[in-house]
């Protein structure tokens, strides 16, 4: 089945008897759901219902579906839109249409949507709030650097209210922070996968903390190529017959938030780790670019990271004696 959502509907069409239904996304909506279900004769343990990510709009639909154990999954919208080629028009319901056929097409290659639990999901809705506020933060700093430019006083209303407003984002940052690391205390394996990661020079609780979310705790990525490929870190080869041949690069296809972070892990460990450090200059001072020789760090990192997580226990600093 295909689900086509939006904040206050969900369209759901059944690609093989092509019964459409509207539902309002609310909870009497999911249960009018299931009386359709029982009308159409359609068995809900040998459904599955297909769905694009739509962040929170999806989230009371998704644990009414783990509750009442049917099964589902979240495709990438970009790899539904190209899968159908050329379209004309566009409707709600000819959307959930469009996604169910997608669904079907690949229904081989569907995996299931796991339910997390409950510190993880409290953990991403601390997280992308704070991630918020500080992206908030920064428009304020950005805006006073620009009037001290110009020369506003310090005591000026204008800078007065926004430097007010730095503060009380601050203090609402370090809150949420406070509460992010007392909900991963309370569950031990997120506790202990997060103290791993910090075991890693270059890694700290912010990129930790996004790495445990993104990868549901290391559950929804089968080996650190994987997880590169959605990072946007993995190259991949660029050649076509004997007339194109490209040195291998990165897709722009990624989760920018996590490469941005890895970026800066890189680099950071580029400075504290010695082995990287090493690396880095070898590569470098042999003819390579900075930007790829960075992100083989990135990598490298991220190779560390499922590593520590397989073995379960904390990255050994001493090198060339594990070596």
């Known amino acids: 089945m295909g689900a086509d959502l939006s904040k206050k509907s969900i369209d759901l069409i059944c690609h093989l008897q092509s019964a459409h239904i509207q539902i309002e996304n609310t909870v009497p909506g999911f249960k009018d759901l299931m009386e359709w279900f029982r009308q159409q004769k359609i068995n809900p343990s040998e459904t599955m219902i297909v769905m694009e990510h739509t962040g929170f709009y999806s989230y009371g639909f998704e644990n ?15 790899a539904i839109k190209r899968s159908i080629g050329l379209v004309r028009g566009k409707t709600d319901k000819l959307d ?18 796991v339910p997390a639990s409950d510190g993880l999901k409290r953990l991403q809705m601390l997280h992308s709030t704070r991630d918020r506020l500080v992206r908030q933060r920064a428009s304020l700093i950005c805006a006073i650097k620009e009037y001290r430019h110009i020369g506003i006083s310090e005591k000026d209303t ?11 984002f601050d203090k609402q940052i370090e809150k949420l922070m406070a509460e992010i690391e007392s909900t991963i205390n309370k569950e031990t394996p997120l506790k202990q996968n997060f103290n791993l990661l910090q075991s890693i020079k270059g890694v700290g609780k912010i990129l930790a903390l996004t790495v445990i979310i993104k990868t549901h705790n290391f559950t929804r990525f089968a080996n650190a190529r994987k997880f590169a490929c959605f990072c946007g870190t993995a190259p991949f080869e660029h050649s076509s017959g004997t007339s194109i041949r490209k040195r291998s690069r990165v897709s722009h296809l990624a989760d920018k938030q996590m ?13 504290y780790d010695k082995e990287l450090r090493e690396y880095y200059l070898k590569r470098t001072e042999g003819g390579k670019s900075k930007m790829s020789t960075i992100n083989v760090v990135r990598n490298k990192i991220l190779y560390r990271m499922f590593a520590v997580i397989k073995r379960q226990t904390p990255f050994s600093e001493n090198y060339l004696q594990v070596a």
Do not use: W
């Open 64 to 78: 009414f579906l783990h509750q009442h154990q049917i099964a589902f999954c979240k495709v990438n919208p970009l």
């Open 96 to 113: 959930a249409k469009r996604i169910a056929a997608y669904g079907y097409e690949k229904k081989d290659r569907l995996v299931m949507d």
């Open 158 to 168: 204008i800078m007065q209210t926004q430097l007010q407003l730095i503060k009380n």
């Open 259 to 271: 490469k941005s972070l890895l970026d800066l892990s890189a680099k950071s460990a580029i400075q």
